[in-house]
């Protein structure tokens, strides 16, 4: 069993920056990738970025240029730095580590953007 922890939500006015933290812990020895999802009210939960253990990223087109996502290997732990921030990046972000080809989640933080 993997849990999977997320940290760092809030309320931002548009245009200003948040980093979002998560953390894989217990059968944790192997997590391939770890990345990020979003969820707008209203809407499916969609994927915003990811990385694997071997550093290499996917971003979906419209974060690109704004999102960061980094990863430390031996903590299990994923960051994604988001940007110039806008009213359209609000919802619920949530934490994905794929353990064995099995995808565990978090409960999810809530970012809001006002504009």
């Known amino acids: 069993q993997v849990q999977v922890v997320e940290s760092g939500g809030g309320l931002v006015q548009a245009g200003e920056s948040l980093t979002l933290s998560c953390a894989a812990s217990?059968?944790?020895?192997?997590?391939?990738?770890m990345g990020w999802y979003r969820q707008g009210p209203g809407k499916q939960r969609d994927f915003v970025a990811d990385?694997?253990?071997?550093?290499?990223?996917s971003y979906v087109d419209s974060v690109k240029g704004r999102f960061t996502i980094s990863r430390e290997n031996g903590k299990n732990t994923v960051y994604l730095q988001m940007n110039s921030l806008k009213p359209e990046d609000t919802a619920v972000y949530y934490c994905?580590?794929?353990?064995?080809?099995?995808?565990?989640w978090g409960k999810g933080t809530l970012v809001t953007v006002s504009s």
């Open positions: 994905t580590a794929v353990h064995y080809g099995m995808p565990y």
């Open positions: 217990g059968r944790a020895a192997r997590i391939d990738v």
């Open positions: 990385i694997t253990s071997s550093g290499v990223t």
